[in-house]
């Protein structure tokens, strides 16, 4: 994993949003993360980190504020032309998390799975439909549903469509938005395993973005945690859901049920009190420290940047109490 | 604040019973099964959560026995449900008391469109003491403050003041739940309170549950999807699968000694904290069954693993394994083939309840 190069890689990534009254709200803030190929990156925080509007902006859907992204060593646009989408649609795509509202009520299957084709290849009608059918058969659809539209579908076959409308242009890096939080536990692991299989077929790359943290262990490689547009932790995912060191993490992990009423009984409540901060108005220094049970002075003034720990140079934390 | 009553604890009948609970909804294709013969009951003081997946039932099952499913088009096709022994489907008040709000009270999923937003939040709480317990204005208002301080508000008189747009959304669910049990009642019904927040929210939200419980000795019937919610929260389970019970029992016979294959199946979809990162997911294939014509067997032999031939003709019905556990389904007959992960009643192997 180390040897290849990476993929795609953010460098001080950072997304502001303006309000009116020059205020701004910080998504994303000086995030620096490497995505190796062929690698899955699970990216947990919860709703107001800047998960989302970070996985938008490396894949352009959001021009950056500042910092930089590249794919393949090559630096990505700062704000995205139609060429440019043109050019990097083929290689970068996004699942969304709703699969309600990410379809067009007006289109039938067929013309959403195979829009892709239509707009970013030389195919003909006959083969963008055969395409488009193969596809949905890829899914474990039948092809004959290409002309039904999407409210004739449940949650876990609209969310199959929407993989393979961002699947048909074989693209290396995907990045899957919630793919799965709309949908039945059932449903939810056949979304993981069609996602699983079709990693493994086609090489992909992912940036799996969800709050479950036990699904994410599952799926990822790496796990990363966001707080306040910033990433708190980043290492190997078991290493992080089951010896987490950020406070934050810790007390992720703690408030995670699991299905397992003796462990849930037993377990001391490790709640913390307070919510997530606004990010327009972001504390100073660490942006956890208001809600810290471990918090010290200097929390309040320094910002600690995300450093490798001295005993596990795979994991990175940003935390004072790790400073050496 | 003594509010629990004498008769929550003493033995006895249950405090709530629903037996045999059937609503339809009239459509234009047809009418829809949505609860199909749901019975169990709630204990004083204790929590009772209905767990199951979108469309099994389990919100209409609560909606109907509040009062709150629309009639028409919903239908109440047979069923009973007593409180305290007394009827209540199609009433809305016993013994003078107001089933809606003051014998049962109920948090929603979503807080912010259940509360009224050209209201203050203060105002909302002091209207349910002021119509349920007719408390002058005043005196509704200071209680209600308490209320909110009792939901872990900070500062709970000056956000008392405030409208539901000022509030976050762990916060409204606090405010919920100060209405909920502004006039403390019996049972606390709880639809999916805490889908909508962060896991460190729901923490507190649920912690919050547990220490009113604790104190004013409501009853709890927590609907949820979520089986670590429930393995955190619940004393009894009831499993829904397209409008009946599959499972039932304690929480621990439920998830140790599960006895239908839907709740195996759930488990085994679900990853595994473990430390061994790949056993695969098992999914359970295919969906629900269209309610506007149940199958006549088993609901779950279309997507189950060990589905025998009399499965797709025949309803199972109940079948009891000892101590409150149930599970419909035929695999506890004497002539079907044990299936290893599946639990058994010990002695008397598919008693039929």
Not at chain 1, 54 to 81: D, F, M, N
Not at chain 2, 69 to 80: A, H, L, N
Not at chain 2, 329 to 338: I, N, Q, S, T
């Amino acid at each position: 994993m180390t040897a290849a190069p990476p993929l795609v890689v953010a460098d001080k990534l950072t997304k502001y949003f303006q309000l009116s009254g020059g205020r701004q709200i910080h998504a994303v803030d000086q995030v620096t993360l490497t995505v190796h190929e062929k690698e899955v990156v699970g990216l947990v925080g919860e709703s107001g980190s800047g998960k989302s509007t970070l996985g938008k902006t490396l894949i352009g859907l959001h021009p950056r504020t500042s910092g930089t992204a590249s794919y393949r060593g090559e630096a990505l646009p700062q704000r995205y032309q139609p060429e440019d989408f043109r050019r990097w649609a083929k290689k970068t795509q996004m699942i969304f998390q709703d699969p309600y509202s990410s379809l067009n009520p007006r289109m039938t299957v067929g013309e959403i799975v195979g829009e892709g084709l239509k707009l970013h290849s030389t195919c003909s009608a006959t083969e963008i439909r055969d395409r488009a059918g193969d596809w949905l058969k890829r899914v474990g659809l039948e092809p004959d549903h290409m002309s039904r539209y999407p409210h004739e579908f449940s949650g876990g076959q609209r969310q199959r469509i929407g993989i393979a409308r961002a699947l048909i242009l074989e693209p290396e890096f995907v990045v899957c938005d919630e793919p799965i939080s709309a949908l039945d536990v059932s449903v939810q692991a056949q979304v993981v395993n069609l996602l699983d299989e079709l990693k493994t077929s086609m090489g992909l790359t992912l940036l799996f973005i969800a709050h479950d943290l036990s699904m994410v262990r599952y799926v990822s490689d790496r796990m990363a945690v966001m707080y306040l547009g910033v990433i708190v932790e980043i290492g190997p995912a078991s290493d992080v859901f089951f010896s987490p060191k950020h406070p934050y993490t810790e007390i992720l992990v703690a408030s995670n049920p699991e299905p397992d009423p003796l462990r849930e009984r037993h377990r001391r409540s490790e709640t913390i009190a307070g919510e997530i901060p606004s990010p327009v108005d972001v504390p100073a220094g660490c942006r956890f420290s208001g809600r810290c049970p471990r918090v010290m002075d200097v929390c309040r003034s320094v910002t600690p940047q995300l450093l490798p720990l001295a005993d596990a140079t795979d994991r990175q934390v940003a935390c004072h109490l790790f400073a050496t | 604040m003594t509010t629990v009553q004498p008769q929550d604890i003493a033995a006895g009948p249950p405090l709530l019973e629903v037996d045999d609970l059937r609503v339809e909804f009239d459509t234009y294709g047809g009418s829809v099964k949505a609860v199909r013969g749901v019975s169990f009951s709630v204990a004083a003081g204790k929590t009772l959560a209905i767990v199951g997946e979108s469309g099994c039932g389990k919100s209409v099952t609560v909606q109907t026995l509040m009062g709150l499913t629309p009639m028409p088009p919903g239908r109440i096709t047979s069923g009973r449900a007593r409180l305290r022994g007394v009827d209540i489907l199609g009433r809305t008040e016993i013994g003078g008391r107001e089933i809606r709000g003051r014998e049962i009270g109920m948090i929603f999923q979503d807080p912010m469109t259940s509360l009224n937003p050209t209201m203050t939040i203060g105002r909302q709480i002091a209207e349910t003491l002021e119509v349920h317990r007719g408390w002058s204005r005043k005196r509704a208002l200071d209680r209600a403050v308490e209320l909110l301080d009792m939901a872990r508000i900070p500062e709970a008189a000056q956000r008392a003041n405030q409208y539901p747009f000022e509030f976050s959304g762990g916060m409204l669910q606090r405010a919920m739940i100060a209405v909920a049990i502004a006039c403390e009642p019996a049972i606390l019904i709880a639809d999916e309170p805490t889908t909508a927040l962060d896991v460190t929210i729901q923490a507190q939200v649920l912690d919050l549950l547990s220490d009113l419980q604790r104190d004013i000795g409501t009853a709890i019937i927590l609907i949820t999807h979520d089986l670590g919610v429930v393995a955190r929260m619940a004393d009894d389970v009831v499993v829904m699968y397209a409008g009946q019970v599959a499972e039932q029992g304690s929480v621990e016979d439920v998830f140790y000694r599960s006895a239908h294959p839907y709740m195996l199946g759930l488990r085994a979809a679900m990853p595994s904290n473990s430390s061994d990162r790949r056993h695969r997911l098992l999914p359970i294939e295919g969906s629900p069954p269209d309610l506007f014509s149940p199958p006549t067997g088993c609901a779950y032999a279309a997507r189950c693993p060990h589905a025998m031939r009399i499965c797709s003709t025949t309803d199972p019905g109940a079948f009891s394994l000892g101590g409150g556990h149930t599970a419909r389904c035929w695999l506890h007959g004497d002539k079907a083939p044990r299936v290893p992960q599946l639990a058994y009643a010990g002695a008397a192997p598919g008693l039929k309840a």
